[in-house]
């Protein structure tokens, strides 16, 4: 018995007369165009993300200096956490707003950004 490689093989699809055809490409301009209210959302979403990014990282890494000065008995910790929290919050959001740009400009994006690091 011999066995086919159907992997080799195009996939042929039959129209109602039983005539092959090929199936046309979607129209990729209309689904990519979004209502306004959706696109509103989409903005206002990155809005509070950015503004959020930066007061959530300043508290985070004060929180692990509070903790670091506690269990070493240090006093300046805390300070350099909330210092470094306000560092990597501001290089995120330089980061992000760069990145939705370029999507923007190249129109390859929804203008969100990208989460992944692509640099």
Known sequence: MRLKNFAASPLVVYNHQGMPFNRPLPDSGSNSKRSSGVDAIVKAETGIQIALILPSSVVICWLIGAWADKHFHQSWI???????????????????????DREDRNGTGSGKGSTGSDQ
């Not at 929290?85 to 990145?99: E, N, T």
Request: no cysteine; aromatic share 14%.
């Open 78 to 100: 805390s300070i350099a956490g909330v210092v470094f929290g306000a560092v990597s919050g501001l290089v995120y959001i330089i980061q992000y707003v760069i990145r939705a």
